[in-house]
């Protein structure tokens, strides 16, 4: 088997951690896009504004659970690359537990610490797909969701003074599309475990 061939195989059975990842994405994107609607409400603004941040919390956490699984499975494989997702796992997590002790912070530094989780998963993710590109030559679902979360950086530190519902309405969005792209990469990682050599 050669080098790409093992490579694609060792990411193809981790697929299912993609698609899990992609799953709770999608799942966060929607709760929180209905959790928006009570943050308009004066009167049960705050509890919303706490559940806010700690479904965001869980969000980082968890999905930074998932990509330090796909880290170590990598290591365990003998890929190079391993130290990127265990990176971009640990940052991720480190994130969601500084997002969870903010809890009664003000929407700004929220706004910022989303702003530096998204771009920073973002840049990471770009430099995965840049090294994947040897194996997937036409590899652009990771790259697109690397680039999805740079821009959603931005948008979040452009948003850092905005309401709560509108800074949660794009928080929604954003993690409803990187969950359809995490899940479309897993399902392709899947689709390649009946073409590779075992």
Known sequence: MSNSEQTLNDLASSWWLFCVRGLFSVAFGLVTFLL??????????PLAFVAFVGLLGLYAICNGLLQLGAGWNAREHGRRHWWLWVTEGSLGTVLGLAIFITLTASMTSLSLLAAIYAFSIGLIELGIAWRLRKHLGDEILFGAGGLLSVVAGVVFILLRNAAMEEVA???AAYAFVFGVIKIAYALRLRGLRNILPN
Do not use: K, N, P, Y
């Open 36 to 45: 928006r609607d009570g943050m308009a409400s004066v009167l049960v603004q």
């Open 169 to 171: 309405g794009w928080l």
